[in-house]
């Protein structure tokens, strides 16, 4: 039972490294943009999820999938400057939906644990 907790939770550690990814490529990106200009794909390297999206993939599921796809759709089509712009105009929300995210996952990761854990407690006494 504990193990179903454990996967529930899952869902919620996924979408706070997804987020938190979002923010540090976010950074990065602009820093690219100002100085290096590199390929976005070489900035992408690196994270786990950034080059799943930019390859269309769906890294999350739902509002926080189209949150995901919505971001990385101007990414690319204009030139730095409002590449720049864009950016520093994201990372406010990419900053909210990333404490957010922790915070549903701190909360309720451990809160699934548990409460799986006691049923299976529950489901052994009235066995026995």
Same mark, same amino acid.
């Given at each position: 039972m504990t193990t179903l907790g454990v996967?529930?939770?899952?869902?919620?550690?996924?979408?706070a490294q997804v987020f938190s990814e979002l923010c540090e490529f976010n950074e990065q990106l602009i820093m690219n943009l100002k100085f290096n200009k590199s390929p976005l794909y070489e900035v992408a390297q690196g994270f786990k999820y950034v080059p799943m999206a930019l390859n269309g993939e769906k890294v999350l599921d739902g509002k926080d999938g189209e949150v995901v796809s919505d971001y990385f759709v101007n990414l690319g089509k204009s030139d730095a400057m409002s590449q720049i712009d864009y950016l520093n105009g994201r990372k406010e929300m990419l900053a909210k @939906?990333?404490?957010? #995210?922790? %915070?549903? @996952?701190?909360?309720? #990761?451990? %809160?699934?644990?548990?409460?799986?854990?006691?049923l299976g407690v529950l489901m052994a006494v009235l066995m026995a």
């Open positions: 996967f529930l939770s899952a869902n919620k550690k996924k979408k @939906y990333r404490d957010e #995210s922790q %915070l549903n @996952y701190k909360k309720y #990761s451990s %809160l699934y644990v548990k409460i799986f854990f006691m």
